[in-house]
């Protein structure tokens, strides 16, 4: 989650006005710093936030080009016209639940915190709506908006970090279940490969032998498909879209996936407009108590229309 968002935990509601303050390393141009801070507008869409008046360097209205230093305060109002088209309230559909931590079985579709386009009715946004405690729910790890399955929030601080240090090392056994593009010859294969992002991409992850991290995914075919496989995937690391870019790096996409394959439909009426992965099962020991915690989470409705479709295609 970006700093932004960590400075401002209260999501229940879509932000309307932020407050940074100048750090050091961050002393330049205001625009630049904007940019960096609300990366989803163009330098140009920062440019203007700046000459409307919305963005306000230490109460008063500066041009772009005005260079800010340690200590500064930068303060821009949010203009979020009403959207026609927002998501409804996601469902909160709960796996386990005690004391310290949430597992729920997140939607394909639901984006988990706010990002970008995406202000409104998040997955998180909604747990603080309905939290009753005074500690605010945090997320442990992230689910891209498409993938479904199990999800872990902390119900506090010394949990999150706990399942976070937990996640880092490896010691949860993570397990994925995908629809891959084509046959997978052999019944398993482990992909150890390291992975980076594509230049200044914020989203393009790929196999980078150089500067990448450490991943390794472990594939083991489940039933095979006259054009896909149906796949599970285990991995101990948790890299940025990992699952996405080793099986793309084997040579089979992920069914549907328009960023790491050709995204083509398969079928009439096609299979897959989207991706199929779904995080099937946790295993971890507890946070609190240590004793061994698994969650398990049942697939999908249309994950089991889209197998039944591909059995039927000649």
């Known amino acids: ?8 935990r209260d999501l229940s509601e879509p932000l309307e006005r932020v407050e940074l303050v100048v750090e050091a390393p961050e002393e330049g141009r205001l625009d630049a710093f904007l940019a960096r ?8 869409g ?7 008046g919305r963005a306000l360097l230490n109460g008063e209205r500066r041009k772009p080009s005005a260079r800010v230093r340690a200590g500064d305060r930068v303060t821009v109002e949010v203009a979020r016209p009403p959207r026609a088209d927002a998501p409804p309230p996601p469902s909160l559909r709960v796996l386990h639940e005690d004391d310290h931590l949430l597992a729920l079985d997140k939607e394909a579709g639901v984006v988990v915190h706010p990002v970008g386009a995406y202000q409104e009715n998040t997955l998180l946004q909604e747990l603080h709506r309905r939290n009753d ?11 891209d908006q498409q993938t479904s399955g199990v999800l872990l929030v902390a119900r506090d601080d010394a949990t999150r970090r ?3 240090a937990a996640l880092a090392r490896g010691e949860a056994r993570k397990t994925y279940e995908a629809l891959l593009l084509g046959r997978v010859e052999g019944d398993a294969h482990t992909v150890d490969a390291l992975i980076g992002r594509v230049g200044d991409s914020r989203i393009l992850m790929r196999v980078d032998p150089e500067r990448g991290k450490p991943a390794r995914t472990e594939l083991s075919v489940l039933e095979r498909f006259p054009h ?3 796949a599970r995937l285990a991995i101990p690391t948790g ?5 996405r870019v080793h099986c793309a790096f084997l040579g089979h996409p992920l069914l549907g996936d328009h960023l790491y394959g050709d995204g083509l439909p398969v079928g ?3 299979v897959a407009e989207r991706f199929f992965l779904h995080a099937r099962r946790i295993e971890l020991a507890h946070p609190a108590t240590g004793r061994p915690l698994a969650v398990e989470a049942p697939l999908p409705a249309a994950f089991l229309r889209a197998i039944e479709v591909l059995r039927g295609l000649p």
Not at 1 to 8: E, F, P, Q
Not at 46 to 52: G, K, R
Not at 239 to 243: L, P, S
């Open 1 to 8: 989650m970006s700093r932004l968002y960590r400075r401002n």
């Open 239 to 243: 890299r940025t879209h990992q699952i």
């Open 133 to 143: 405690r005074a500690a605010l729910p945090k997320l442990a790890h992230r689910l």
């Open 162 to 164: 706990a399942l976070s």
């Open 46 to 52: 920062v440019q203007a936030l700046v000459a409307e």
């Open 228 to 230: 896909a496989t149906h």
């Open 37 to 44: 801070h609300l990366p989803w507008r163009s330098r140009t």
């Open 268 to 270: 009439d009426p096609p």
